[in-house]
């Protein structure tokens, strides 16, 4: 993992085409602005973890057998 600094107004680049600034720090909290094309998806870590789980269990409850039926 690549750890950096910033401070208030500071950015970062990701790709070329993704900017992180940091646009307020208050206490322990940092309020982080995106910049990204509009195909890039963009997920808290928490609701990422819910939509692989929700995905996860879909696909166990429906099961191979139905999903072959698809095609």
């Known amino acids: 993992m690549l750890a950096l600094s910033r401070k208030k107004g500071e950015s970062l680049i990701i790709n070329n085409n993704v900017e992180i600034t940091i646009l ?10 995106i910049q990204a094309p509009k195909d890039v998806t963009i997920y808290r870590k928490e609701v990422y973890l819910q939509i692989q789980d929700s995905n ?5 409850t429906a099961g191979l ?3 072959k039926d698809l095609f």
Not at 24 to 33: F, H, L, R, S, T
Not at 56 to 60: G, H, I, M, P, S
């Open 24 to 33: 307020d720090i208050k206490g322990d909290q940092i309020k982080v602005g």
């Open 56 to 60: 996860k269990e879909a696909t166990e």
């Open 65 to 67: 057998d139905a999903l």
